[in-house]
T-cell receptor, first 112, second 116 residues
Framework: KNQVEQSPQSLIILEGKNCTLQCNYTVSPFSNLRWYKQDTGRGPVSLTIMTFSENTKSNGRYTATLDADTKQSSLHITASQLSDSASYICVVTAGNTGKLIFGQGTTLQVKP | KAGVTQTPRYLIKTRGQQVTLSCSPISGHRSVSWYQQTPGQGLQFLFEYFSETQRNKGNFPGRFSGRQFSNSRSEMNVSTLELGDSALYLC???????????????FGAGTRLSVL
């Protein structure tokens, strides 16, 4: 069964610290993996999109990595800011159907 | 350039009623996708419209329907509302159809539907 599991479910860190969010998937065949940031009361915003051949992609202080062999991805946030407080959603696209499989998200809270 | 606009932002209905939600995509975008987001199920894909044709459909009952107009604006309709339909309904627009890596979706702020 195609699934996307994210961990941790929630995370609290202090401003200025780094953190890493995990995404494990069982989707096969694989097309691409996306990370979204969703602020409270807003729609998701795309952070990164990676295909099978890409293993790292950055967007400012956000760096996503992909290991297609182990079917794992991580999102690393450097020097966190209060505005990073949000839900982060990992989405994997199935290669044969184009179907999107969503993770449940990780809720990050950055405290001053 | 204006983003994706969803109206209304909030809606309260009672069981058995029907509701229509509206989505105006980014200018030039021809694809509109709809999603349901709930705390328990997370984000779930409803359907995608491209050039006024439904291209993909998720696993939702026939009470959920949609359409797209020639100007790419889209509407989603839910008939015979149930309590479980309470959710945030998100619309996303993109230039092209499908979920390829180069086709970035831009989301609206959503319509929060509460069914009493």
């Amino acid at each position: 069964k195609n699934q996307v599991e994210q961990s941790p479910q929630s995370l609290i860190i202090l401003e200025g610290k780094n953190c890493t969010l995990q995404c494990n998937y069982t989707v096969s065949p694989f097309s691409n993996l996306r990370w979204y940031k969703q602020d409270t009361g807003r729609g998701p915003v795309s952070l990164t999109i990676m295909t099978f051949s890409e293993n790292t992609k950055s967007n400012g202080r956000y760096t996503a990595t992909l290991d297609a062999d182990t079917k794992q991805s991580s999102l690393h946030i450097t020097a966190s800011q209060l505005s990073d407080s949000a839900s982060y959603i990992c989405v994997v696209t199935a290669g044969n159907t184009g179907k999107l499989i969503f993770g449940q998200g990780t809720t990050l809270q950055v405290k001053p | 350039k204006a983003g994706v606009t969803q109206t209304p932002r909030y809606l309260i209905k009672t069981r058995g009623q029907q509701v229509t939600l509206s989505c105006s995509p980014i200018s030039g975008h021809r694809s509109v996708s709809w999603y349901q987001q709930t705390p328990g199920q997370g984000l779930q894909f409803l359907f995608e419209y491209f050039s006024e044709t439904q291209r993909n459909k998720g696993n939702f009952p026939g009470r959920f329907s949609g359409r797209q107009f020639s100007n790419s604006r889209s509407e989603m309709n839910v008939s015979t509302l149930e309590l479980g339909d309470s959710a945030l309904y998100l619309c996303a627009s993109s230039l092209d159809s499908g979920t390829g890596a180069k086709n970035i979706q831009y989301f609206g702020a959503g319509t929060r539907l509460s069914v009493l």
